[in-house]
């Protein structure tokens, strides 16, 4: 009975234990893999990051070389375009540069294309390492629930075999009961027993006095067979004290080799666990390297297609590099030919003031011989005068007539003379004039259609390299489509012959589990079968033992519960106190933490806000830089109206001189009048085209000067985008390390969790550990009491064997025979029931020990949860605050980017479209002064012409007179 209450007693607590260690264990492998998880998509999010902001800084650099070179381009082709546009080019070239602006932003969007392309290929991977993480977490999730379902078949198998325990022991309580029915029936058959004697005994005194003698035979034979039936009893007594002490080392020696037997079991269950454990972490990971080694290696493959894609788009580059050398080397030349035109057409310039030196020498010549001529006339007229006068001779005045006539001859001669040279020297100059216009032409002509071929060129090769680019995303994405179905195909192979395997340890743990079930159900029915047999053989011994002090016993017993509960209530306490110790520790330690997080929230926020005071003085210097923009771009439109005030009253002044040249062409007068008047007006209007020419010269310079401050603006601001480019980057580059050293604090809390739970823990442990050693010291005195009392009650009944003898020897009366008898029987009664209670007494110490064991384990299981969910609300209360700070400041970092982005975007096509309009400005000022040189050239050869005509007409005038004399 003893040993079958024992056993079902412990069952449930090792089960317990059993069941706690497996909930510790599952949870600390949980933990262990998010932890893993955690860390390892922290490292891929990190190497993504460095992945990606490397490629943007290539594409960036590469975007900004492209249009650096763009710019640069743009720039020569307006300059050369500046300097070659002459008189009637300036519509045409003005085309031919719209032409080429919309050829090159055609290139730019087949670039941005390009770069489109490159981004939609980046997502997919991405997408497509999202994906593979995806599916190698869920792989593992899978396998990870495959085992914690085998942990709970093994489980279930565990629990299944306590409850095959637990019944058992249900068994071995019926059969204890049905052991107390059968010593209930024995006692009542003795006590039939004893009324049976008692009746033989008043017959017998009944019969006394008839047979006095055969009395005394038959008590002296009773006497005897009294004396032998004491010490056949003192024999049982001492058999039964024996007995009761082999039986009491067999329980123990049952209990133990039971607890050996379960504890060899749970540790070979231990074990097997382990092993799956170790197998499934082996399988984890090899898995996890070869996908890492995967993984790897389709980086290795993307990295060097990448290489490969960067070294094609450097020599694209360097291509257009090239080319462009070529261009520039081209435009040199160009430039060097148009230089060689420009001394040209200064040579012919200087060629047309030659000959306008020379028809103003001959127009003087002109003068003079016309002041000779009217001499000559006047002369000749007071010859005739005189002549008439006189009357002289006829052939002195024919003579002189013919020397006159030879002279106006002559005199006409050298007037054809000159008017031929001029006209030819006119004509001269005009043929060369129309040969510098028809190679210009031609020049532009050729530069148009060479600069046409290589746009057409150039945009050929980028469509060719976009097809080759396409063609070879096409041929990676499905080369990737079909690695990616190889790596599904092996990984699905892997995962059967991993299923498979896992059926057949399945298969064989379930056999080993049904073998081990089989053969503790033999063994405990063997042993109930041993325990029925030995309680059979005690229930036949047992009749005649002997009991005695019942009332001590009880109020021992009575004095033993009121000490139990006391110890209980003590035990109590002290639980409490420890959960209350326990409990201010773990807040003590949790406020430790959360003021340590409070200080490196104050530091990040004393950062966060150093940062916003920075980026609101950076704000601040924009807006000044953006204010000193607007009031640049005033003034600018300040000097613009003053230029074009400027230009009108240079027009106006223009007007007002033709004007005056009508009005001077209108008025005719006199020959010796005009000249003078035609000399002085043109003095005049040449240092008025030299103002105009020196005004326009001071507006281009103020030009020049402004579109350099310009280009310097837009230099300092792009210097300050990518000086707030490095501090967007500089700022990301704190919050990955902000992230790290987030990292580390969760890491310092878990770690400081886990040293206060393992120090908790243990003293518990050992609080634990001395007060079970306290109780168990407590129950071997109790115990050693008892054994005690035992010996004292031994004593008493050698102390009544002896008195027993002593009777038998000094006295032979009849009448004191059979009461001593009786009295011996009774005690023999009360110590059979004195045993019975002293057994049960002993029994009890055990169940309540069971049952505080049971109670202290519950309450270390309790404080262990209220710990555990007071932690766990705490970390995620502290989670959830950095979470949101954290969602808070990415929130206001990103919109502070977008708006200084837009702002500097904005600013740039401000910028951009002010220089637009001043180049304009600047093209349509060099178009007017151009227009204007020609016209003033035009009208200084059509006012020559204009004079040469009216000395031919005055000539002629002269001629008429001459004759008409």
């Known amino acids: 009975m003893a040993s079958g209450a024992g056993k079902a007693a412990q069952s449930p607590g090792s089960g317990s234990t059993v069941n706690g260690t497996a909930a510790e264990f599952t949870n600390i492998e949980q933990e262990l893999y998010d932890y893993q998880m955690h860390s390892k998509m922290c490292k891929k999010i990190a190497q993504l990051t460095k992945v990606i902001y490397s490629l943007n800084m290539r594409n960036e650099e590469q975007e900004a070389a492209l249009q650096a070179l763009s710019h640069a381009h743009h720039d020569e082709l307006h300059r050369i375009l500046m300097e070659t546009c002459h008189e009637g080019e300036g519509s045409a070239l003005r085309t031919r540069l719209l032409e080429l602006q919309e050829s090159l932003d055609e290139q730019q969007r087949v670039g941005a294309q390009v770069q489109a392309d490159f981004e939609f290929f980046r997502i997919q991977s991405e997408g497509r390492e999202r994906e593979t993480e995806a599916e190698l977490r869920k792989e593992f999730e899978e396998k990870l629930q495959a085992a914690e379902e085998e942990l709970q078949e093994a489980k279930a198998d565990i629990s299944a075999a306590q409850e095959e325990s637990l019944r058992l022991g249900k068994e071995l309580e019926k059969a204890g009961e049905q052991i107390q029915d059968l010593n209930a029936k024995c006692e009542e058959l003795q006590k039939a027993a004893d009324e049976e004697t ?277 041929k990676e994405r499905e080369r990737l489509q079909k690695e990616r179905e190889q790596e599904k195909e092996q990984f699905e192979k892997e995962r059967s012959k991993l299923r498979r395997e896992r059926e057949e340890e399945k298969g064989v743990l379930h056999k080993e589990a049904e073998e081990m079930k089989e053969h503790l159900r033999r063994e405990k029915e063997e042993e109930v079968g041993r325990l029925r047999k030995e309680l059979e053989v005690e229930r036949v011994r047992v009749r005649s033992q002997l009991d005695k002090n019942i009332e001590q016993i009880e109020t021992e017993r009575a004095h033993m519960q009121q000490k139990l509960e006391e110890e209980k209530k003590r035990l109590v306490e002290k639980a409490e106190e420890d959960r209350k110790r326990l409990k201010e520790q773990v807040r003590k330690a949790i406020e430790e933490v959360m003021r340590r997080h409070a200080a490196e929230l104050n530091s990040v926020q004393e950062a966060l806000s150093s940062e916003r005071k920075t980026n609101q003085e950076v704000c601040a210097r924009l807006e000044e830089e953006r204010r000193a923009a607007e009031d640049l771009r005033s003034g600018l439109e300040a000097e613009r109206e003053e230029l074009r005030t400027r230009l009108k009253d240079a027009t106006n002044e223009v007007c007002r001189l033709e004007v005056m040249m009508q009005q001077n062409d209108r008025k005719e007068k006199s020959a010796l009048e005009v000249a003078p008047s035609c000399e002085a007006q043109c003095s005049r209007l040449e240092e008025e085209l030299r103002q105009a020419r020196s005004r326009l010269a001071r507006v281009q310079e103020e030009a020049e000067r402004q579109r350099d401050r310009q280009q310097k603006e837009m230099a300092s601001l792009r210097m300050d985008k990518h000086r707030l480019e490095e501090k967007v980057l500089e700022q990301s580059r704190m919050n990955t390390e902000r992230s790290i050293l987030e990292q580390n604090q969760r890491q310092t809390e878990d770690r400081i969790r886990a040293e206060c739970e393992d120090r908790l823990r243990a003293e518990f442990r050992i609080e634990m550990n001395a007060a079970v050693a306290e109780s168990e010291q407590r129950w071997q005195g109790r115990e050693e009491e008892l054994q005690a009392q035992i010996s004292e009650l031994q004593a008493q009944l050698t102390e009544l064997q002896t008195q027993v003898e002593k009777k038998k020897a000094g006295q032979g009366d009849d009448c004191h025979g059979n009461p001593e008898i009786d009295r011996l029987r009774k005690e023999v009664q009360d110590t059979k029931e004195m045993n019975k209670k002293l057994r049960d007494l002993m029994q009890e110490p055990q169940t309540q020990s069971l049952a505080e064991e049971r109670h202290t384990h519950a309450m270390t299981l309790q404080a262990k949860e209220d710990l555990l969910s007071e932690i766990n609300r705490l970390k995620t209360m502290h989670h959830l605050e950095l979470d949101k700070q954290r969602a808070e400041m990415t929130q206001q970092h990103t919109e502070w980017s977008r708006q200084m982005t837009q702002r500097h975007m904005q600013q740039i096509e401000d910028l951009q479209a002010q220089l637009q309009a001043h180049t304009q400005m600047m093209a349509l000022q060099q178009d007017l002064k151009q227009q204007n040189q020609n016209q003033v050239f035009e009208r200084q050869l059509d006012e020559s012409r204009c004079a040469m005509l009216e000395l031919q007409r005055e000539n002629a005038a002269l001629k008429k007179q001459l004759k008409e004399r």
């Open 198 to 474: 008692k009746r033989e005994q008043e017959e017998r005194q009944q019969g006394d006095e008839e047979k006095e003698k055969q009395d005394k035979e038959e008590r002296r034979t009773e006497q005897s067979e009294d004396s032998e039936r004491m010490k056949v009893l003192l024999e049982e007594l001492k058999l039964l004290k024996e007995e009761r002490e082999h039986t009491e080392e067999e329980r123990r020696r049952a209990v133990k080799e039971e607890r050996e037997q379960w504890e060899q079991k749970l540790n070979y269950l231990n074990e097997e666990k382990e092993e799956l454990r170790k197998k499934i972490e082996a399988e984890w990971r090899q898995e996890r390297q070869r996908w890492e080694e995967r993984e790897e290696e389709e980086k290795k493959g993307m990295h060097s297609a990448l290489r490969e894609r960067v070294k094609r788009a450097e020599a694209e580059v360097e291509s257009h590099l090239e080319r462009l050398a070529e261009s520039k080397r081209n435009t040199v030349k160009l430039q060097e030919r148009i230089q060689d035109l420009e001394e040209e057409l200064e040579l012919d310039r200087k060629r047309v003031l030659e000959a306008e030196g020379v028809v103003k020498r001959a127009e003087e010549e002109l003068a003079v011989a016309k002041e000779r001529l009217l001499l000559q006339e006047d002369e000749l007229q007071s010859r005739a005068e005189k002549l008439l006068n006189r009357g002289g001779c006829e052939v002195c005045v024919c003579a002189e007539m013919e020397e006159l006539k030879s002279q106006l001859s002559r005199l006409q001669s050298r007037n054809r003379e000159l008017e031929l040279q001029s006209s030819g020297r006119n004509s001269d100059h005009a043929r060369q004039i129309r040969q510098h216009a028809e190679a210009l032409s031609s020049l532009r002509s050729e530069m148009v259609r060479a600069q046409t071929e290589e746009l057409r060129r150039i945009q050929k090769h980028a469509d060719d390299e976009r097809d080759k680019l396409l063609r070879e995303t096409e």
